[in-house]
C-alpha cells in the first residue's frame, strides 16, 4: 500500500509551537528581581574592590616623573621585589575587578535574555558560562595591555627624548578614541552588541555555544568599546573618576534607546578634551 506523506496543518503546527512554547521556562517577576539584585551586589563588590585598590595603589605609587611633565605609573612594572609574574599577575587582578565593574551593567541584558529563553531545566548554569566567556576576553585583552604598557615603559626608561612626547601622544590618542565613536566602525559594532542578546533563542544549552557565545559577544564588545579604552589608557588605567565616566558611557550608549547618539556626543567630548590636552602639552 501507498502510503501518502504526512502533512501538518496549519492548526497542527500551532499547536505544536505551543507545546514547544511551554517547555520554555517561564520566569515570574521574582526571578527577575533575585537576578538583577544578584547583578547588582557583584557590581557594587566588584567596584568597591577596584576603589580600595585604586586608593591603596594611589598612596603607595606615587609614582616615577618623567620629562615632559607626566608620571610613569609603577602598575606596569615590578616594585618592591616583585617579579614580572607577580607583577602581571597583580595587574590582572585588577584589571579584572575593574572590567566587572565596568561591563556589568552594559553585559547584563545579554546574561538575562540568555537565562530567559535557554530551552533547559539548569539555565543558570548555561548562563555562568557564558559570562565566564565573556570576561575571559577582557581578561586576555588585559594581558596584552600589560605586555605593551610593560614594553612602553621600558623604552620610556631607555630613551628620554621619547618619554618628552608622550603627552602629546596621550593627546592625540584621546582625540582618536573620540573619532572613532564618531565612525561607521563604531556604529556598526554598537549596533551587534545592541541587538546581539536577540539571537540567545538560536542557541542551545552545553558548555561549547554558552562559551562560544559569551567570548563572540565579548569579541563584538571590545570592537565597540575600542575608543572608550584607549582613552582610558591614555588618560590612566588607574584613574578612579576616568574608570567612572567610561562605565557610565558604556552603560548609556549599550542600554538607552538613543545609544548610538550618546556615543556620538562622548566622541565629541573626547575630541575636546583631546584638543585641549594636545595644546596643553605644546604650550608647556
Avoid at 500500500?1 to 496543518?9: E, K, S
Avoid at 588618560?235 to 547618539?261: H, S, Y
Amino acid at each position: 500500500m501507498n502510503t501518502m506523506p504526512c502533512r501538518t496543518t496549519p492548526a497542527a503546527a500551532v499547536r505544536n509551537q505551543r507545546t514547544q512554547y511551554q517547555r520554555i521556562p517561564m520566569f515570574t517577576s521574582a526571578a527577575q528581581r533575585n537576578f538583577l539584585c544578584i547583578l547588582a551586589l557583584l557590581f557594587v563588590a566588584s567596584l568597591s574592590v577596584t576603589l580600595a585598590w585604586g586608593g591603596a595603589m594611589a598612596d603607595m605609587d606615587a609614582g616615577l616623573p618623567m620629562p615632559g611633565g607626566w608620571t610613569l605609573s609603577m602598575a606596569w612594572m615590578p616594585v618592591c621585589g616583585q617579579s614580572w609574574a607577580t607583577a602581571m599577575a597583580s595587574f590582572i587582578g585588577m584589571w579584572s575587578v575593574m572590567t566587572v565593574a565596568m561591563m556589568l551593567p552594559a553585559v547584563a541584558p545579554m546574561l538575562w535574555h540568555w537565562r530567559q529563553t535557554i530551552h533547559h531545566t539548569t539555565p543558570d548554569v548555561w548562563m555562568l558560562l557564558a559570562a565566564s566567556g565573556y570576561f575571559a576576553i577582557w581578561i586576555g585583552l588585559g594581558l596584552a595591555i600589560f605586555v605593551l604598557g610593560a614594553a612602553m615603559s621600558e623604552l620610556m626608561l631607555r630613551e628620554m627624548a621619547l618619554a618628552r612626547k608622550v603627552p602629546i601622544v596621550a593627546g592625540m590618542a584621546v582625540l582618536g578614541g573620540g573619532v572613532f565613536q564618531l565612525s561607521r566602525w563604531k556604529a556598526r559594532h554598537l549596533a551587534s552588541c545592541r541587538d546581539m542578546p536577540a539571537g540567545c533563542a538560536e542557541i542551545k544549552p552545553g558548555i561549547g555555544p554558552a562559551l562560544r557565545y559569551g567570548l563572540r559577544y565579548g569579541w563584538n564588545c571590545i570592537k565597540s568599546c575600542a575608543g572608550l579604552m584607549v582613552i582610558l589608557l591614555a588618560i590612566g588605567v588607574m584613574n578612579i573618576w576616568a574608570m567612572m565616566l567610561i562605565t557610565l558611557a558604556i552603560a548609556m550608549e549599550r542600554l538607552m534607546p538613543e545609544g548610538r547618539r550618546i556615543a556620538g556626543l562622548t566622541g565629541v567630548a573626547a575630541i575636546a578634551a583631546g584638543l585641549c590636552l594636545l595644546l596643553q602639552s605644546v604650550w608647556f
